[in-house]
């Protein structure tokens, strides 16, 4: 079936507000912050809660691409532009992976600059003053079509004063409204010596822990649309990172929501029939057979503006200060030798 991408052409966003429920039972453990623990707020409904956060969604939406036991794209998105990183010819890492992009040290920061230089000569070509945004997005979709959706900041002062930027196009989170506290517990035990030390990891440990339910879970996603069309790209790449934007959010909804042990959610098809759009109203959303065939069509439009690069990290893997001086001290403070 041929996707009809008509209805989004007068629409600055798309927006999809889909309601979740716990796969088992009816609590679940939200996401949770050092010193704040879960993040609660008041709101009409009553007691909400962020369940799982815009930086977390969008992690989870980056690997929707991402063939896991084969160190590759999936079948699908084959020929969308990224950069390898191989370590003594074996896989390291990927652009698609890391968690800046293009702007990852493994890309940047090895011996093997050649990426770098690549990417530098491009830079290199757009006239002083502000930004050229189009001339960006291309150099981006050249190296990272992904950056195009996810974002992506390289602060470096040398490639045109660190103001290279490109913010998220495609963002998503869940909050939960009408929550309360199901307070649980447990205890760690330690058959051998249940008073040992607990500092040193030994004995009985109990603890508590507060999970929840809630009235509804909903997750929210956002597609800025403007932000595709303001790249000022051709036609068939607006429509090759719309079709892209909503391949990831099939593949997100269809596999597993499993965020944490106790926290296994799952659509609420008692609520919804199908999965459309709240603005503009109705849109639906494609199965992912529809999404794989038109976006492979789509990619193979667009070949000829991307590239797949190959670089090489086989720089020594330095451990921070403060880890190297806690591992120094622990050998230090060893009885000698085995």
Not at 174 to 190: F, H, L, M, P, T
Not at 210 to 216: G, P, Q, S
């Amino acid at each position: 079936m041929t996707i009809n991408l008509d209805a989004l052409k007068d629409s600055p966003r798309l927006l999809f507000e889909i309601p979740l429920r716990p796969i088992q039972g009816q609590r679940f453990q939200p996401t949770g912050f050092p010193g704040l623990g879960a993040a609660t707020f008041q709101t009409e409904q009553g007691l909400s809660l962020l369940v799982e956060s815009a930086q977390s969604m969008a992690n989870r939406l980056e690997l929707t691409c991402w063939d896991e036991a084969q160190k590759d794209l999936r079948p699908a998105v084959n020929g969308l532009s990224h950069v390898r990183v191989l370590r003594q010819g074996a896989f390291l890492t990927d652009s698609i992976i890391e968690s800046h992009r293009i702007n990852s040290p493994y890309l940047r920061k090895g011996k093997d600059q050649s990426f770098l230089s690549r990417f530098k000569s491009e830079i290199d070509r757009m006239p002083d003053g502000p930004i050229d945004r189009r001339m960006l997005a291309g150099i981006f979709l050249k190296f990272d079509a992904c950056s195009l959706i996810h974002g992506a900041f390289i602060p470096d002062k040398e490639l045109k004063g660190g103001r290279l930027r490109v913010a998220r196009a495609l963002s998503a989170f869940i909050e939960a409204n009408g929550v309360r506290v199901a307070a649980s517990g447990g205890v760690k035990n330690d058959h051998v010596n249940p008073q040992g030390v607990t500092k040193d990891g030994f004995g009985n440990v109990p603890f508590s822990r507060d999970e929840y339910t809630a009235e509804a879970i909903t997750l929210y996603l956002n597609l800025d649309l403007g932000q595709i069309r303001g790249y000022g790209l051709r036609d068939s790449v607006e429509s090759m990172l719309i079709l892209l934007s909503l391949y990831k959010t099939r593949v997100l909804i269809d596999g597993s929501l499993r965020f944490r042990t106790a926290c296994d959610l799952e659509v609420d098809f008692d609520k919804v029939k199908g999965i459309v759009s709240t603005r503009p109203k109705g849109f639906p959303l494609p199965e992912l057979d529809s999404l794989e065939n038109q976006l492979a069509i789509s990619i193979a439009k667009c070949r000829d503006l991307m590239t797949i690069t190959e670089v090489h990290y086989d720089d020594e893997l330095k451990k921070g200060k403060d880890v190297a001086e806690a591992e120094e001290h622990e050998a230090d403070s060893g009885d000698g030798e085995d």
